[in-house]
């Protein structure tokens, strides 16, 4: 009886931490093969690629299309406390044209800033968000 109440607490344990997300910051690196393997192209860390603000994000920054051929950046901020003032940069220097739909194309998750060409598709926005990865 002994050893069957130890061994469900080891499984109730086990169980528990599936699934548990850790606390470490998204970064580029961690996220980029994902997005890869979900069928994004174009897939890129590079500077010149990513655009000035991602540039300088703390973790990195990435630019990459969707499956939908639907265009994002994402900056990687060192945590949740700078990403509204990457929002305001991001704010700052879009284009007319997307300044106009900004709050449709912009989000967040915990560190990372996501800007999107277009508002995604559903399928697009989940398979990023599952890709964001430390």
């Known amino acids: 009886m002994r050893s069957t109440a130890l061994l469900l607490g080891v499984v109730v344990l086990l169980a528990a931490g599936c699934g548990a997300r850790t606390s470490k910051p998204f970064t580029a690196a961690g996220t980029a093969p994902c997005l890869k393997s979900k069928g994004f192209t174009g897939v890129s ?3 010149d690629k990513v655009g000035f603000i991602a540039s300088f994000a703390t973790n990195g920054g990435l630019h990459a ?3 939908d051929n639907n265009a994002v950046t ?6 949740p406390d700078e990403v509204e003032s990457t929002e305001r940069a991001f704010r700052k220097a879009a284009p007319p044209l997307i300044r106009a739909h900004l709050s449709d194309v912009l989000r967040s ?6 800007v999107w ?18």
Do not use: K, M, Q
Not at 74 to 79: C, I, K, N
Not at 109 to 114: E, L, P, T
């Open 65 to 67: 299309v969707s499956p």
């Open 109 to 114: 998750d915990r560190n990372a800033v996501v």
């Open 117 to 134: 060409t277009t508002s995604p598709s559903d399928d697009d926005a989940s398979a990023l968000s599952g890709c964001l990865s430390p």
């Open 74 to 79: 994402v900056a990687f901020t060192a945590d």
């Open 45 to 47: 860390r590079a500077a």
